[in-house]
Each structure stands twice: as C-alpha cells, then as structure tokens.
C-alpha cells in the first residue's frame, strides 16, 4: 500500500516517517483492498504562539469508498495513534456490520410510498430558530477579542451523490461522521443520514426534489 506523508506548518522526520510506516500495517490488515493512505498533519500556533497542536488527518483509498479519520494533540505521535485507532474502529465497524447483514437482512423497506425501519424526524424548530436569528452567530475572522467564543460553524461543498439509504449509511460509517449528505436515490430527496445509538440510524429529507441526476458524458 502507498503512502504518502504531508506536512502543513511542521516538518516531517525521518523517525514520524517509520512510525507511519509501522502504523499503517494495521490498515492494511483491516482494509486488504485499499491502494493508499495520505497522511497529513499540520501545526497551529493559538494566542501568539502559547498554545500548540497538531492535527493528524489520514484518508485511505482504494477500490471501494475513501475511508477518514483525524485526531488532534500537543504531540504528533499521540496525534497519530489517535487517529490510526480511531480508523481502525471505523474499519472494523463497517466489516462487522456487514458480517451482521449477511447473517441477519434488516434495512430501510419501502411499502405504500412509506419508509420502513428507519426513523424520520425533523430537525429542531429551536435550532432553526437559533440560527435564524442569530444567536448561533456565524465566526467572520474578525473577532480578536481573546475571550470571544462563538459557536463556530464551518462550511463545506461538494458534489452531491445519489445513494440509497443503506449506501449512505456506510460511507458515514466509513468516514466516521455521525451524519451523512446524500441526495436518496429512490426519491431524489436531498436527505442526510445520522447516527442514533448501536446499529440505529435516522433519516432527515426535504420535500423537494434535487435535479435529476446527469447522464454520464
């Protein structure tokens, strides 16, 4: 398996380098399949310079969905274990989950235009409110009072998939968020998948339909 090592704000060691290696065996053993893991870590300075950390993030590749984990420390090493231990559970998760299916078929059914087995809610009216009005305040870059502490709301695009219900569940899964956006491909309803306790998941959809999905050119 290839690896390939970055680092953002911080140089990487000939010793960093090893461990990675090491490290990296046991993703092989969890994911035999996957071609690649990319290994970056980056460094940030806080309150000029008295508070540090590193960030490790790892992305495996391979034939079959990308897999992701991260993990943050005062030291790039623990950083590292951090984040490899946290991929493996990821991997070993998705692996018994489908032991479980094969041994025990469950899943989202569809019967009567209704879904099945999964439970649909819709998000919290106060959180909507909330965000409306502006009291979860969006950060600007522009607050440098050193006690200002927003909730910090990150954004983030990209493409949209069209899955089913159970693909999206496993590529959240794979990815270790405890959500996932996806456009359901039974419905072509922009929905996001979320995690609830043990194997239980729920379901959030709009009522409108994205764009039908493109032909491949």
Not at 69 to 82: G, H, I, M, R, W
Request: hydrophobic share 40%.
């Amino acid at each position: 398996m290839e690896t390939s090592i970055v680092g953002v704000g911080v140089g990487i060691t000939d010793r960093f380098r090893t461990v990675v290696e090491d490290k990296t065996l046991r993703i092989e053993n969890l994911a035999p399949r996957a071609l690649r893991v990319d290994v970056k870590v980056t460094h940030r300075a806080y309150h000029n310079g008295r508070m540090e950390d590193d960030t490790v993030e790892l992305t495996v590749t391979g034939k079959g969905p990308l897999v992701r984990a991260e993990a943050t420390d005062a030291d790039k090493f623990v950083a590292l274990d951090q984040a490899v231990d946290r991929l493996c559970e990821q991997l070993r998760r998705a692996k018994e989950k489908r032991v479980d299916a094969r041994q025990h078929p469950r899943g989202a059914k569809f019967a009567g235009g209704t879904l099945q087995g999964i439970d649909v809610e819709p998000v919290s009216a106060d959180v909507l409110h909330a965000v409306a009005t502006g009291e979860i305040p969006v950060i600007t870059g522009a607050e440098e009072e050193q006690d200002y502490t927003p909730v910090v709301i990150r954004t983030k695009n990209f493409e949209p998939e069209w899955l089913t219900v159970e693909e999206a569940v496993d590529r959240m899964e794979l990815v270790g968020h405890d959500f996932f956006l996806f456009i359901d491909a039974r419905s072509d309803h922009p929905s996001v998948v979320y995690r609830r306790k043990g194997w239980d998941y729920g379901v959030i959809s709009l009522t409108t339909p994205a764009a039908p999905q493109r032909a491949a050119s």
